[in-house]
């Protein structure tokens, strides 16, 4: 049965070819769309993933804050070896990880002056790092002798520096005190979104040097692992684990260092030592507003395309159902039941809907395709609202099915209405029926 | 003695039409036995059309009684109505009411699959003895659109015939037939009921078509004026 009504309902939808062909090109416009936005909220996603867990965070971080005083506080991880030579065994997803300083300070160079988020690296121990990073003058090795700056082309252009020449990093000690060190630009490298418009990387000993910190000190332990999906079992994982080592460890709180530090810790009553682990969700959740933005800005955009659809669909399929009446009613007459008839129009609408999302997510995920391929360079202010330089849509067979999915539901759900009228007719005036 | 197929007992029908009433029909009595070959006649208007849809269900009457098989029409809910026309009823239809998309076997196959009953080999056997007998083996694939009027009535025929109802209705069968056209589709429907013992009830206002029932109910202004068998007139 279910195959004639198929049949019948594809039939149906063949004989108004130009009414349906519209419709469907309706739906198809706004699932291709759907699809779009969808790949446009994966890629900052990934570009977030991507940029963050290189230039600013591990996928998991053995972070902590040092408080010499109760007001203030550094972040710091003094020793950091023991915490992570006594918890490295819990964590079986670990690809590898690399201890990373912290801290912030002021550029000065001729041509300008500008504040610099500062990570302390050790190319050595971060074979990852030379995968994001693209160099475009300079050398990223050079960055490997102390005394070096990698800087990020916005960077470079703003304190208007070119690799071999010298800037003047000035910062306050975690003793209140005030340091500075000269640097030398190894390299310049490619913008990566906003999150490269203010995070730079220096030998982890020129930073110690700079904060006057001893040997053995960093700012967080970035842990990267096969899947950055484990990140939050892992750090619930090593929570437990450190605890359980002796260490005080900090509550879960999906905020960044910086902001833990500028707002909270410092008022807390405690010194020493406290061990926070965090997952770069955590340490991106400044930046998670963007990515909300652009996803409800979509999704009004679509939800709107979608009701004008839906009238379409009620529109269409109540004028199909008027001009069948006779039909629905001899139908009726010679025993299809009521549940029958309803069945039949709402696959009607399903089929019209399944063709309609099936060709808009092709046709998206073509589009999609062409523009990854092309790689259209986004313009400054977009990069950093995109969190990505080149325009790079994001498509997972998953989540376009998904999209013809709930395209084709809510076309059948539109279609309920007429379908419940429809199957409501009664057969004596629907066969006598004149129209 | 069987019970009669069809047993209408003071049967009225009223329908509102805007702040009028229309008495379509008052006080008919009727009953059809097994086999029979029966025309209702009456002039336009006459509640020939309306008799016919209450014996089908497709209408419940206003007052009194009718029974279809056995069962009373008007105390049997939507669905078990639905299923009653399905299973003890065919109809034919004036102007044919053939689904315009399927073809002449998915029309006639239609109601098989709506029974549920049999497997697909039993239907397309079924289905292809019955276009057989009405003389349509060779126009199985084609759509309704491609048969002459006849044709069409013929599949209609067949379609009303094939889940073997005892009971089959055919309101004014031949009105959009040539009489040529129309006397073959009568032919037709009287070696059905001759052949598996089918009761037709087919109303009609033309004498030719009359001429082949075993009894003619002739109606009035929605009353039953009288009932002739084929042997003469019974006035009532």
């Known amino acids: 049965m279910i195959a004639t009504d198929l049949f019948i309902a594809a039939r149906n939808l063949a004989r108004h070819t130009r009414r349906n062909l519209l419709l469907a090109a309706a739906i198809s416009g706004v699932t291709a769309l759907l699809v779009l936005l969808t790949g446009l909220t994966s890629g900052m996603r990934e570009a977030m993933l991507h940029s963050a867990t290189t230039l600013m965070t591990g996928h998991v971080n053995l972070a902590g804050f040092f408080k010499i005083t109760s007001g203030t506080a550094a972040p710091i991880v003094a020793d950091w070896e023991k915490p992570w030579e006594a918890v490295k065994d819990k964590v079986p997803e670990l690809v590898y990880a690399a201890p990373r300083g912290r801290g912030w300070a002021k550029a000065v160079a001729d041509g300008g002056s500008m504040d610099l988020v500062l990570a302390g690296i050790d190319l050595s121990r971060e074979p990852g790092f030379d995968k994001v990073i693209q160099v475009v003058e300079g050398s990223l090795a050079e960055l490997g002798k102390p005394g070096t700056i990698l800087l990020f082309q916005d960077q470079a252009r703003r304190l208007g520096v070119k690799p071999g020449d010298t800037l003047t990093l000035s910062a306050p000690t975690t003793r209140g005190a005030s340091n500075t060190a000269d640097v030398r630009v190894a390299a310049v490298a490619r913008n990566i979104g906003l999150l490269s418009a203010f995070n730079a990387f220096i030998p982890a000993e020129t930073l110690r040097q700079l904060y006057q910190l001893k040997v053995g000190t960093t700012g967080a332990v970035q842990l990267y692992l096969a899947d950055p999906a484990d990140s939050a079992k892992v750090a619930a994982r090593l929570r437990a684990a450190l605890r359980e080592a002796g260490w005080r460890v900090m509550d879960p709180d999906p905020e960044p260092y910086w902001q833990k530090l500028m707002f909270k810790v410092n008022a807390e009553d405690w010194t020493g030592q406290k061990l926070d682990v965090t997952t770069w969700e955590d340490e991106m959740s400044f930046l998670s507003w963007i990515v909300t933005a652009v996803t409800w800005l979509g999704n009004v955009l679509v939800g709107v395309l979608l009701v004008i659809v839906a009238v379409g669909i009620v529109n269409t399929l109540a004028i199909a159902i008027r001009e069948r009446t006779r039909e629905i009613g001899t139908l009726r007459a010679i025993g299809m039941q009521r549940t029958q008839v309803l069945r039949l129009t709402l696959l009607e609408a399903f089929l019209l809907g ?22 259209i360079e986004l313009p400054e202010t977009m990069q950093y609202f995109l969190l990505q330089r080149d325009l790079h849509l994001a498509l997972h067979a998953g989540r376009v099915a998904l999209a013809v999915a709930f395209v084709t539901g809510l076309t059948t759900v539109a279609a309920i209405w007429p379908s419940v009228w429809a199957a409501r007719m009664r057969p004596v005036t629907a066969m006598h029926h004149v129209g | 003695m069987p019970e009669p197929i069809v047993e209408a007992v003071d049967v009225a029908k009223v329908y509102q039409l805007g702040k009028t009433e229309v008495q379509a029909l008052r006080h008919v009595d009727l009953v059809v036995e097994r086999g029979e070959f029966l025309s209702i006649a009456g002039p336009s208007g006459s509640g020939k059309t309306t008799l016919l849809n209450l014996i ?23 669905r078990a109505l639905t299923r009653l026309r399905l299973d003890h009823i065919g109809f034919i239809f004036q102007t044919f009411n053939l689904v315009a998309v399927l073809t002449v076997f998915q029309n006639v196959e239609f109601p098989l699959l709506l029974q549920g009953r049999m497997t697909s080999a039993e239907r397309r056997r079924r289905v292809e003895t019955l276009l057989e007998s009405v003389g349509l083996a060779g126009h199985a694939r084609h759509r309704p659109s491609e048969l002459s009027g006849g044709q069409r009535q013929r599949v209609a025929v067949a379609r009303a015939l094939v889940g073997n ?16 056209t129309g006397g073959t589709i009568i032919d037709l ?14 109303s009609t ?32």
């Open chain 1, 354 to 375: 399944l063709g309609g999302a099936a060709m808009g997510a092709a046709a998206g995920a073509a589009i999609a395709a062409g523009l990854n391929a092309t790689g």
């Open chain 2, 56 to 78: 089908g269900g497709v209408d419940v009457p206003t007052a009194g009684t009718v029974r279809v098989d056995g069962e009373d029409t008007s105390r049997l809910t939507e």
């Open chain 2, 165 to 180: 109802p005892p009971l089959v209705l055919a309101d004014e069968p031949t009105a959009n037939l040539d009489s040529k």
């Open chain 2, 189 to 202: 429907m009287r070696e059905m009921n001759r052949r598996d013992g089918t009761t037709f009830i087919f």
């Open chain 2, 205 to 236: 206002h033309d004498p030719k078509v009359m001429s082949h029932a075993s009894a003619i109910v002739r109606l009035e202004d929605g009353r039953v004026i009288g009932r002739e068998s084929a042997q003469g007139a019974e006035a009532r």
